[in-house]
């Protein structure tokens, strides 16, 4: 399984916004860039995914750097609730073939 | 709509024992993954099921073995337990067009003593 590194930790101010850094210089042209979070107490949660364009929803926006070797997990305006542990995972897309290794993440923490 | 429900919340077992948990998946949904989580690391992959048939294994022993039922719940077994199975352990479903999003349930804390 292709490997990802991120920061083991990081704060941030409340209503700023939040760049998370992961880099995967070993993705296979195949790999898809996940991110999932896991609030205390809680499974995972899904966050946000990527091939190879920058994307965007509710939750996040996930920048991909041109020869996708890192990306950025972006939280526009940060909150208490984001509060987290963050993970990047590389992961194939093969329905019946889902398995995710994760990492030890990013704990976000959140300042008031 | 409810979401991925796991059975018990906390279980305490002993050295030895055996230990049965269980996971219903997503309405829908027919593939399940389960998870093992130690304190202060991610969560290590187990198993994935998908239509009653083993899609994947981690790297476990083979104290632990898990089948799918034809309703997609799922059992996850472990015998002779160790203390070193003490550990949340956590069941995802996801769906066909889906396959980017794996929907975790809340887990089952097992403790060992």
């Known amino acids: 399984d292709a490997k990802t590194t991120q920061p083991n930790s990081m704060e941030s101010n409340e209503e700023e916004p939040v760049h998370l850094p992961c880099n995967h210089s070993?993705?296979?042209?195949?790999?898809?860039i996940h991110w999932y979070r896991q609030l205390p107490s809680q499974g995972p949660e899904y966050v946000i995914h990527?091939?190879?364009s920058n994307v965007n929803n509710r939750m996040a926006s996930l920048a991909i750097a041109e020869d996708r070797k890192s990306s950025t997990l972006i939280l526009h305006r940060a909150t208490l609730r984001d509060a987290a542990v963050y993970y990047c995972?590389?992961?194939?897309?093969?329905?019946?073939?889902?398995?995710?290794?994760f990492g030890t993440g990013t704990r976000l923490t959140i300042i008031p | 709509d409810a979401g991925v429900t796991q059975s018990p919340t906390h279980l305490i077992k002993t050295r030895g024992q055996h230990v049965t948990l269980r996971c219903s998946p997503i309405?829908?949904?027919?593939?399940v993954s389960w998870y093992q989580q130690v304190l202060g690391q991610g969560p290590q992959f187990i198993f994935q099921?998908?239509?009653?048939?083993?899609?994947g294994r981690g790297n476990f022993p083979d104290r632990f073995s898990a089948r799918q039922f034809p309703n997609y719940s799922s059992e996850l077994n472990v015998n002779a337990l160790l203390l070193g199975d003490s550990a949340l352990y956590l069941c995802?479903?996801?769906?066909?067009?889906?396959?980017?999003?794996?929907?975790f349930g809340p887990g089952t804390r097992l403790t060992v003593l």
């Open positions: 995802a479903s996801s769906g066909r067009g889906q396959v980017n999003e794996q929907f």
């Open positions: 070993t993705i296979s042209g195949t790999d898809y």
């Open positions: 990527g091939l190879t």
């Open positions: 995972i590389l992961a194939q897309s093969n329905f019946g073939n889902e398995k995710l290794t």
């Open positions: 309405s829908g949904h027919k593939s």
């Open positions: 099921y998908y239509e009653k048939e083993e899609r």
